[in-house]
């Protein structure tokens, strides 16, 4: 599985766009790439994924690079909600549909 | 439809001692996976089902045992514990479809003292 790489922490202000980075830069063809949270110690909740395009949903954007080496969620508005430790990954079908956690991002939403 | 469940929620283990977790899925997924994570830490895969029947090993499989003998459950077992097993325990399913996100249960709290 491709390693990914992301900020240990960044804060974000409430009600503005957060902006996670992730570096992926030996991902596959087939490999497709996932967003995962995790507030406090629940189980991960899954947020977005993608191949090549950017996608979008009620929760996130993923921009994905046209080489396809980094990518970046985007939380149009940031609430207190979204404090929550994001986990980047790339996952390969090929080998068992893996999803192989790094460390992730912590993320603090402030007032 | 109750998604991903885990039994127990929390458990204390003396050294030595075993014990069983158990996962079970009520959406028919193919894929089953058991997690381990420790304070501070990422989730740790340590082992996974791709079907009824099937188990193979993950990132850190020593001191565990798995078994699906059902394609709704998938158990982890723990023969021996020890400190070191001392973690949160998360199992995850999804379908074979590659596509697919990942449903994750609410985890298992165990303390081997």
């Known amino acids: 599985d491709a390693k990914t790489t992301q900020p240990t922490s960044m804060d974000c202000a409430e009600g503005r766009a957060a902006n996670l980075p992730c570096n992926h830069s030996t991902i596959s063809g087939n490999e497709y790439v996932y967003w995962y949270r995790q507030i406090h110690s629940q189980g991960p909740q899954y947020i977005i994924h993608g191949l090549k395009n950017n996608e979008t949903n009620e929760m996130a954007s993923l921009i994905i690079t046209e080489d396809r080496k980094s990518s970046t969620l985007i939380l149009p508005h940031a609430t207190l909600r979204d404090t929550a430790v994001y986990y980047c990954i790339v996952r390969n079908r090929a080998a068992g549909n893996k999803l192989t956690f790094g460390g992730g991002t912590r993320v603090l939403v402030k007032p | ?113």
Request: hydrophobic share 30%; proline share 4%; with cysteine.
């Open chain 2, 1 to 113: 439809n109750a998604g991903v469940t885990q039994t127990p929620k929390f458990r204390v283990l003396k050294t030595g001692q075993s014990m069983t977790l158990l996962c079970a899925q009520d959406m028919n997924h193919e894929y089953m996976y058991w997690y381990r994570q420790d304070p501070g830490m990422g989730l740790r895969l340590i082992h996974y089902s791709v079907g009824e029947g099937t188990t193979a090993k993950g990132e850190v499989p020593d001191g565990y045992n798995v078994s699906r003998l059902k394609k709704q459950n998938f158990l982890l077992g723990l023969e021996s514990a020890a400190p070191s097993q001392t973690s949160v325990y998360f199992c995850a399913t999804q379908t074979d479809t590659g596509q697919d996100r990942g449903y994750f249960g609410p985890g298992t709290r165990l303390l081997v003292l």
